[in-house]
Protein backbone atom coordinates (compact mmCIF):
# COMPACT_ATOMS: atom_id res chain seq x y z
CA UNK A 1 0.00 0.00 0.00
CA UNK A 2 1.72 3.36 -0.84
CA UNK A 3 1.41 5.58 2.34
CA UNK A 4 2.44 9.01 0.32
CA UNK A 5 2.97 10.12 -3.13
CA UNK A 6 4.76 13.05 -4.40
CA UNK A 7 4.20 13.57 -8.14
CA UNK A 8 5.76 16.92 -9.75
CA UNK A 9 6.58 19.01 -6.51
CA UNK A 10 7.58 22.36 -7.60
CA UNK A 11 8.50 25.55 -5.31
CA UNK A 12 10.13 28.74 -6.95
CA UNK A 13 12.19 31.23 -4.63
CA UNK A 14 14.37 34.07 -5.94
CA UNK A 15 16.94 32.35 -5.37
CA UNK A 16 16.38 28.63 -5.52
CA UNK A 17 13.84 26.21 -7.18
CA UNK A 18 12.31 22.53 -6.47
CA UNK A 19 12.13 21.24 -9.66
CA UNK A 20 9.03 18.14 -10.26
CA UNK A 21 9.85 16.22 -7.32
CA UNK A 22 8.11 12.92 -7.16
CA UNK A 23 8.76 9.86 -4.90
CA UNK A 24 6.49 7.32 -2.83
CA UNK A 25 6.87 5.91 -0.07
CA UNK A 26 5.42 2.38 0.54
CA UNK A 27 3.67 0.95 4.05
CA UNK A 28 6.25 -0.34 6.58
CA UNK A 29 9.32 0.98 4.82
CA UNK A 30 11.53 3.52 5.51
CA UNK A 31 12.36 6.63 2.51
CA UNK A 32 15.59 7.75 3.12
CA UNK A 33 15.78 11.89 1.97
CA UNK A 34 19.46 13.29 1.25
CA UNK A 35 21.27 15.96 -0.62
CA UNK A 36 23.24 18.60 0.41
CA UNK A 37 22.59 21.51 2.00
CA UNK A 38 20.38 23.49 0.15
CA UNK A 39 19.59 20.70 -2.15
CA UNK A 40 15.54 21.03 -1.47
CA UNK A 41 14.97 18.69 1.32
CA UNK A 42 13.34 20.89 3.91
CA UNK A 43 11.40 22.50 1.00
CA UNK A 44 10.30 19.29 0.34
CA UNK A 45 9.05 18.28 3.70
CA UNK A 46 6.98 21.94 4.12
CA UNK A 47 5.94 21.78 0.73
CA UNK A 48 4.39 18.04 1.68
CA UNK A 49 3.04 19.48 4.84
CA UNK A 50 1.85 22.59 3.26
CA UNK A 51 3.57 24.84 5.54
CA UNK A 52 4.79 26.51 2.49
CA UNK A 53 2.17 26.79 -1.08
CA UNK A 54 3.83 24.46 -3.58
CA UNK A 55 3.99 26.38 -7.32
CA UNK A 56 3.23 23.15 -8.80
CA UNK A 57 2.39 19.40 -8.42
CA UNK A 58 0.34 16.90 -6.43
CA UNK A 59 0.55 15.12 -2.48
CA UNK A 60 -1.28 11.95 -2.41
CA UNK A 61 -1.64 10.76 1.54
CA UNK A 62 -3.34 7.01 1.78
CA UNK A 63 -4.45 7.15 -1.54
CA UNK A 64 -6.29 10.56 -1.46
CA UNK A 65 -4.79 14.07 -2.43
CA UNK A 66 -4.31 16.75 0.09
CA UNK A 67 -5.95 19.86 0.26
CA UNK A 68 -3.95 23.14 0.68
CA UNK A 69 -4.13 23.03 5.18
CA UNK A 70 -2.88 19.03 4.55
CA UNK A 71 -5.07 18.42 7.72
CA UNK A 72 -5.64 14.97 6.73
CA UNK A 73 -1.54 14.32 6.77
CA UNK A 74 -1.82 16.24 10.22
CA UNK A 75 -4.24 14.35 11.59
CA UNK A 76 -2.01 11.00 10.97
CA UNK A 77 1.09 11.54 10.59
CA UNK A 78 4.03 12.62 12.78
CA UNK A 79 6.65 14.91 12.29
CA UNK A 80 9.97 15.01 14.41
CA UNK A 81 12.58 17.61 13.81
CA UNK A 82 15.97 17.33 16.18
CA UNK A 83 16.14 21.04 16.74
CA UNK A 84 12.23 21.36 17.63
CA UNK A 85 11.74 24.45 20.53
CA UNK A 86 9.35 24.08 23.04
CA UNK A 87 8.96 26.92 25.94
CA UNK A 88 11.39 25.51 28.06
CA UNK A 89 9.87 26.14 31.30
CA UNK A 90 7.16 24.26 30.35
CA UNK A 91 6.94 20.35 31.64
CA UNK A 92 5.68 17.75 29.13
CA UNK A 93 2.34 17.04 31.00
CA UNK A 94 1.33 21.13 30.27
CA UNK A 95 2.44 19.69 26.54
CA UNK A 96 0.90 17.09 26.27
CA UNK A 97 -2.54 18.39 27.63
CA UNK A 98 -2.46 20.77 24.95
CA UNK A 99 -0.76 18.56 22.06
CA UNK A 100 -3.66 15.52 22.70
CA UNK A 101 -6.31 17.86 22.12
CA UNK A 102 -5.69 18.68 18.39
CA UNK A 103 -6.11 14.70 17.88
CA UNK A 104 -9.10 12.95 18.20
CA UNK A 105 -8.20 9.79 17.74
CA UNK A 106 -5.09 10.12 20.84
CA UNK A 107 -4.34 7.34 22.94
CA UNK A 108 -3.56 7.92 26.36
CA UNK A 109 -2.76 3.96 27.21
CA UNK A 110 -0.40 3.80 24.48
CA UNK A 111 1.08 7.52 25.30
CA UNK A 112 1.33 5.86 28.80
CA UNK A 113 3.17 3.22 27.65
CA UNK A 114 5.44 4.77 25.20
CA UNK A 115 6.51 7.36 27.74
CA UNK A 116 7.50 3.90 30.02
CA UNK A 117 9.30 2.20 26.93
CA UNK A 118 11.41 5.47 26.30
CA UNK A 119 11.74 6.26 30.07
CA UNK A 120 10.53 9.78 30.12
CA UNK A 121 9.15 11.29 33.34
CA UNK A 122 6.24 13.80 32.80
CA UNK A 123 6.91 16.05 35.57
CA UNK A 124 10.32 17.35 33.84
CA UNK A 125 10.78 20.72 32.04
CA UNK A 126 11.99 20.51 28.56
CA UNK A 127 15.38 22.42 29.38
CA UNK A 128 16.04 19.32 31.86
CA UNK A 129 15.82 16.85 29.00
CA UNK A 130 19.03 15.82 26.51
CA UNK A 131 18.78 16.12 23.13
CA UNK A 132 17.33 12.18 22.68
CA UNK A 133 14.96 12.81 25.02
CA UNK A 134 13.19 15.77 23.02
CA UNK A 135 13.28 13.67 19.66
CA UNK A 136 11.88 10.42 22.21
CA UNK A 137 8.89 12.78 23.55
CA UNK A 138 8.01 13.95 20.02
CA UNK A 139 7.61 10.59 18.67
CA UNK A 140 5.57 9.49 22.39
CA UNK A 141 3.37 12.27 21.01
CA UNK A 142 3.54 11.21 17.65
CA UNK A 143 2.82 7.90 17.99
CA UNK A 144 0.06 8.60 20.37
CA UNK A 145 -2.64 9.70 17.44
CA UNK A 146 -1.66 6.44 15.57
CA UNK A 147 0.55 7.79 13.03
CA UNK A 148 0.67 5.73 10.27
CA UNK A 149 3.17 7.91 8.47
CA UNK A 150 6.54 9.40 10.87
CA UNK A 151 8.19 12.70 8.71
CA UNK A 152 11.72 12.86 10.42
CA UNK A 153 13.91 15.93 9.88
CA UNK A 154 17.66 15.87 11.17
CA UNK A 155 16.18 13.49 14.28
CA UNK A 156 19.82 12.07 15.23
CA UNK A 157 21.95 15.36 14.45
CA UNK A 158 22.13 15.62 18.28
CA UNK A 159 21.90 12.71 19.56
CA UNK A 160 25.64 10.44 20.95
CA UNK A 161 26.49 7.34 19.08
CA UNK A 162 24.11 5.06 22.05
CA UNK A 163 21.03 6.98 21.62
CA UNK A 164 21.14 7.26 17.88
CA UNK A 165 21.47 3.15 17.44
CA UNK A 166 19.05 3.02 20.46
CA UNK A 167 16.74 5.58 18.04
CA UNK A 168 17.15 3.14 15.17
CA UNK A 169 16.30 0.25 16.64
CA UNK A 170 12.94 1.47 17.41
CA UNK A 171 12.86 2.87 13.93
CA UNK A 172 13.22 -0.77 12.57
CA UNK A 173 10.81 -1.78 15.10
CA UNK A 174 8.05 0.52 14.02
CA UNK A 175 8.18 -0.17 10.55
CA UNK A 176 8.27 -4.35 11.04
CA UNK A 177 5.75 -4.46 13.84
CA UNK A 178 3.43 -1.37 13.77
CA UNK A 179 3.60 -0.87 9.85
CA UNK A 180 4.82 2.38 10.42
CA UNK A 181 6.38 4.56 6.95
CA UNK A 182 9.07 6.81 7.24
CA UNK A 183 10.32 9.75 5.44
CA UNK A 184 13.71 10.20 7.28
CA UNK A 185 15.79 13.77 6.45
CA UNK A 186 19.46 13.16 7.32
CA UNK A 187 23.08 14.59 6.56
CA UNK A 188 24.19 11.76 8.71
CA UNK A 189 23.91 8.41 5.55
CA UNK A 190 25.61 5.76 8.00
CA UNK A 191 22.24 5.82 9.84
CA UNK A 192 20.33 5.36 6.51
CA UNK A 193 22.79 2.53 5.59
CA UNK A 194 21.33 1.32 9.31
CA UNK A 195 17.90 1.60 8.63
CA UNK A 196 16.47 2.65 4.89
CA UNK A 197 14.89 0.66 2.73
CA UNK A 198 14.69 3.44 0.12
CA UNK A 199 16.27 6.44 -0.35
CA UNK A 200 15.40 9.95 -2.69
CA UNK A 201 18.82 11.82 -3.65
CA UNK A 202 17.89 15.44 -4.49
CA UNK A 203 20.42 17.69 -6.44
CA UNK A 204 20.34 21.32 -6.46
CA UNK A 205 16.12 21.70 -6.47
CA UNK A 206 15.75 18.07 -8.63
CA UNK A 207 15.23 14.64 -8.04
CA UNK A 208 18.57 12.46 -8.82
CA UNK A 209 17.58 8.76 -8.41
CA UNK A 210 14.67 7.76 -6.13
CA UNK A 211 14.56 4.10 -5.52
CA UNK A 212 15.54 1.10 -2.91
CA UNK A 213 19.06 1.45 -1.26
CA UNK A 214 20.45 -1.38 -2.66
CA UNK A 215 19.75 -0.32 -5.97
CA UNK A 216 21.86 3.08 -5.11
CA UNK A 217 24.83 1.69 -3.62
CA UNK A 218 25.10 -1.71 -5.81
CA UNK A 219 26.17 -0.39 -9.20
CA UNK A 220 29.45 1.00 -7.44
CA UNK A 221 32.57 0.45 -5.01
CA UNK A 222 35.49 2.70 -4.42
CA UNK A 223 38.81 2.37 -6.14
CA UNK A 224 41.95 4.15 -4.90
CA UNK A 225 45.36 3.40 -5.92
CA UNK A 226 48.86 5.26 -6.76
CA UNK A 227 48.13 8.29 -9.39
CA UNK A 228 50.76 6.26 -11.51
CA UNK A 229 47.65 4.00 -12.36
CA UNK A 230 45.87 6.61 -13.93
CA UNK A 231 45.33 5.81 -17.46
CA UNK A 232 42.96 8.21 -19.58
CA UNK A 233 40.52 5.48 -19.90
CA UNK A 234 40.17 4.71 -16.49
CA UNK A 235 39.79 8.81 -15.81
CA UNK A 236 36.92 8.43 -18.06
CA UNK A 237 35.59 5.70 -16.39
CA UNK A 238 35.99 7.00 -12.53
CA UNK A 239 33.20 9.42 -11.22
CA UNK A 240 33.98 12.16 -8.94
CA UNK A 241 37.95 11.74 -8.78
CA UNK A 242 40.27 13.12 -6.71
CA UNK A 243 43.56 12.99 -6.67
CA UNK A 244 45.92 14.16 -3.50
CA UNK A 245 49.92 13.63 -2.85
CA UNK A 246 49.84 10.81 -5.23
CA UNK A 247 46.63 8.63 -4.56
CA UNK A 248 43.75 8.74 -6.90
CA UNK A 249 40.34 7.76 -5.41
CA UNK A 250 37.02 7.95 -7.07
CA UNK A 251 33.83 5.99 -7.85
CA UNK A 252 33.99 3.12 -10.55
CA UNK A 253 31.51 0.75 -11.57
CA UNK A 254 30.91 -2.32 -9.47
CA UNK A 255 30.86 -4.38 -12.79
CA UNK A 256 34.05 -3.81 -13.71
CA UNK A 257 37.20 -5.61 -13.18
CA UNK A 258 39.41 -3.96 -10.54
CA UNK A 259 42.20 -2.76 -12.77
CA UNK A 260 45.68 -3.48 -12.04
CA UNK A 261 47.71 -1.72 -9.21
CA UNK A 262 44.24 -0.25 -7.67
CA UNK A 263 42.22 -0.95 -4.43
CA UNK A 264 38.75 -1.66 -4.43
CA UNK A 265 35.74 -1.87 -1.62
CA UNK A 266 32.11 -1.86 -1.55
CA UNK A 267 30.88 1.92 -1.88
CA UNK A 268 28.32 2.93 0.51
CA UNK A 269 25.75 5.69 0.66
CA UNK A 270 27.77 8.12 2.00
CA UNK A 271 30.34 7.45 -0.59
CA UNK A 272 28.38 7.12 -3.77
CA UNK A 273 26.64 10.73 -2.41
CA UNK A 274 30.36 12.47 -1.66
CA UNK A 275 31.31 11.19 -4.89
CA UNK A 276 28.52 12.08 -7.33
CA UNK A 277 28.70 15.68 -5.62
CA UNK A 278 32.15 16.64 -6.00
CA UNK A 279 31.40 15.21 -10.21
CA UNK A 280 28.79 18.37 -9.81
CA UNK A 281 30.89 20.70 -8.29
CA UNK A 282 33.61 20.43 -11.29
CA UNK A 283 31.61 20.18 -14.14
Known amino acids: ?5 VDGLSKRYPA ?19 GRNGAGKTTTIKSILRLVRPDGGTVQFLGKPLDMDASALRREAGYVSG ?20 YPSWDDKKYEALLHRFSLDETKRVCELSAG ?5 QLACALSHGAKLLILDEPTSGLDPVSRDDLLDLLRTL ?33 AASCPLSEFTAPWKKLTGPEASLSPELRKTLRGLRVHRGEFEGLFPSALACPSGCREEAADLQSVMVFLEREVEER
Request: hydrophobic letters at 40%; aromatic letters at 10%.
Open 1 to 5: MTILR
Open 16 to 34: FCLRDVSFSIEEGRVMGLI
Open 83 to 102: DLCYYPRKRLSQLTAVTKSF
Open 133 to 137: MKVKY
Open 175 to 207: CEKDGVSILFSTHITTDLDACADDVTYLQNGAV
